[in-house]
């Protein structure tokens, strides 16, 4: 089994940073591509962002473009969202997943992963 471990979150005011961190641990796994979702209370999970290692490529979602940074080592599995100006509405718990290849499609849509975390919450101050 796979396990993905989120640390980094916390609480912070609005207009500061927090740098996420995603780590894979357990038996061999070589993800095509990882990603970061969140789901606020009351809300459904939705994207932040993923990357994609062959391609080199990364997406993101509106809502966090310009402000959230995804990156990491295919290599070890990890993976890190550097999350600058954050906004009351970023509060959430934040999950981490990663996926063998897949449409980039499905990874958007949180339908291509394998393995999830089991999340980080992330409170965003006003």
């Known amino acids: 089994q796979v396990q993905l471990v989120e640390s980094g979150g916390g609480l912070v005011q609005a207009g500061g940073s927090l740098r996420l961190s995603c780590a894979a641990s357990g038996r061999a796994f070589s993800s095509a591509a990882m990603g970061w979702f969140r789901q606020a209370p009351g809300k459904e999970r939705e994207f932040v962002a993923v990357?994609?290692?062959?391609?080199?490529?990364?997406y993101y979602a509106d809502s966090v473009k310009g402000r959230f940074t995804i990156s990491g080592d295919n290599a070890k599995n990890t993976v890190y969202l550097q999350m600058n100006s954050l906004k009351p509405e970023d509060t959430a718990v934040y999950y981490c997943?990663?996926?063998?290849?897949?449409?980039?499609?499905?990874?958007?849509?949180?339908?291509?992963?394998?393995?999830w975390g089991q999340g980080t919450q992330v409170t965003v101050s006003s």
């Open positions: 990357i994609i290692w062959s391609a080199r490529t990364s």
């Open positions: 997943a990663a996926a063998r290849p897949t449409s980039s499609y499905a990874l958007r849509k949180g339908t291509g992963y394998d393995y």
